[in-house]
């Protein structure tokens, strides 16, 4: 599939050229022409005879905006100038900063903020420490930790590289939930250095989102985490994913009116996020599910089974299948891919069952075109922006932590994830639900709210500080400063 024009590749070329409309009519239409979407012309300057411009344009990757720029300097009379790629742009200096909540003005300000007058709160502290969640940043703030060993779909490039990444992670935690994120990379390697630097910096965060870590080490240093810390860890590439997916293939079953408990499900990964699906779709009620990954489906009598291989054989497969994929695919309802891109055809999906769904999540190229799938199956999703339903993470992290952090929670549950999972759904009401609309926009101003809602909800059952009956809120949450005596 030849990759289309997308704002993530756009460039904004400075032109010189004669003022008059034939000449901008010969760059937009040479831009057009050479595949290239012109969406702004500003005039920077203008005379008489020469006039200078802006123009703005989606390509479809580098070397496609290099041709454009190439074939601008053939165009007579029209002089290049400088050429910016606004991804770049838009990262120059990084994508976050820190500012002061506080005025410091004067004299006053300045013996309250720090010293003298902070040593109060520093003893005050010290003497009951769950005081930092109401007197520090702690109580609002989540780091957004890796190593740099899985970024996104690039591999190991290391924790410099996943800087981006990491800071744009925090910026959609600010964004969409009001929560003060800050990206850590270590320059770490083994499973006991980060579990290590990570509890190290602990006491400053309210929870923990790891994020691009390389598996099957990322499954042992979250299972430490959450054992050896007292704030909740959340690994986004597996339990976000799950939450969303779990979230519109509930919608997709309503579309094509099949239950979770009786449909055929073929998912296809047995990665990070393979198995956190696999998992929140038990916990949902599916029974019928078959994992396959680059050695065909997994069973039981399946050698080299190693890792989390053995327990995924014991939990799924009640049919017993074995063979490839291609095998694991006929009469199956649902195919969800965490995997590699174009390893399902149109073929495969037209021996489906009838009304089937494929959610296609490779990135940046899926398992299938959705065009193509979208030929035979009545529902299909992909990760990707520039197609329907697409399945998006932010849709569930930021309520997530929302959710946590107004708990207080010390921990993460399965209920949690599922109670995030159907909130998520909930979202898109049965007026709205159809085949190409089984998840809200990620700018859908209530979904954080939504997701919050119901992990809070279930965090607070599950310490026991909310009446499951009455859902009354205990008052022990009031953040008011009194005096004492």
């Not at 800071?167 to 083994?190: M, N, Q, T, V």
């Not at 994020?211 to 299972?223: K, M, N, Q």
């Not at 799924?316 to 891109?341: C, M, Y």
């Not at 310490?463 to 008011?480: N, R, S, W």
Request: proline share 4%; glycine share 8%; charged share 25%.
């Amino acid at each position: 599939m030849s990759p289309l024009p997308s704002v993530s590749y756009s460039i904004t070329i400075r032109l010189e050229f004669a003022a008059r409309s034939a000449a901008v009519s010969d760059i937009t239409g040479r831009i057009e022409r050479h595949g290239g979407n012109v969406t702004a012309l500003d005039v920077s300057a203008s005379g008489p005879e020469r006039m200078r411009a802006d123009v703005t344009v989606l390509t479809a990757g580098h070397d496609h905006a290099m041709e454009v720029v190439e074939d601008l300097k053939g165009i007579e009379g029209v002089e290049l100038g400088k050429v910016s790629d606004r991804t770049f742009l838009a990262h120059l200096g990084g994508k976050l900063k820190i500012e002061s909540k506080v005025p410091i003005r004067h004299r006053d300000d300045l013996s309250m903020v720090y010293t003298p007058g902070v040593a109060r709160v520093v003893k005050a502290i010290a003497e009951n420490p769950d005081d930092a969640r109401r007197l520090t940043i702690k109580r609002n703030t989540v780091a957004v930790v890796t190593d740099g060993t899985a970024i996104l779909g690039l591999g190991d490039l290391g924790p410099l590289a996943a800087m981006p990444v990491m800071e744009g992670k925090a910026a959609l935690f600010k964004r969409f939930a009001g929560i003060d994120a800050f990206p850590i990379c270590l320059d770490a390697h083994s499973v006991d250095e980060i579990v290590s630097h990570v509890k190290a910096i602990a006491p400053v965060f309210a929870g923990i989102n790891l994020e691009d870590i390389s598996a099957p080490r990322c499954f042992e240093i979250e299972d430490r985490l959450r054992d050896e810390l007292d704030i909740p860890v959340f690994h986004d590439d597996q339990h976000g994913t799950a939450i969303v997916v779990v979230g519109a293939l509930r919608n997709a079953l309503r579309v094509v009116e099949k239950d979770i408990a009786s449909a055929r499900i073929v998912l296809s990964g047995a990665g990070a996020a393979g198995t956190a699906i696999l998992r929140l779709l038990r916990a949902a009620g599916a029974r019928d599910i078959v994992v396959t990954d680059v050695d065909g489906i997994i069973h039981g009598s399946r050698e080299q089974l190693e890792g989390r291989l053995p327990w995924i054989a014991e939990v799924t497969n009640p049919r017993g299948l074995t063979g490839t994929l291609h095998d694991a695919i006929e009469d199956a309802d649902v195919f969800i891919g965490v995997s590699a891109g174009n390893i399902l055809t149109a073929q495969d999906v037209t021996t489906m069952a009838d009304r089937s769904i494929v959610f296609a999540m490779a990135n940046p190229t899926p398992e299938i075109d959705p065009a193509e799938a979208a030929q035979h199956a009545e529902v299909v999703a992909t990760g990707r922006s520039d197609f329907a339903n697409q399945i998006n993470n932010v849709l569930a992290f930021p309520g997530v932590f929302r959710g946590l952090l107004d708990a207080h929670a010390t921990r993460v549950s399965d209920r949690m994830l599922l109670a995030a999972a159907n909130a998520l759904a909930d979202v898109v009401t049965a007026e709205e639900l159809n085949p190409t609309y089984i998840v809200p926009s990620v700018f859908n101003e209530g979904v954080t709210k939504a997701v919050a809602s119901a992990v809070e909800q279930v965090a607070r059952e599950d310490a026991g500080t909310v009446d499951t009956i009455t859902g009354a809120m205990p008052a022990v949450y009031a953040d008011e400063i009194t005096l004492e005596g």
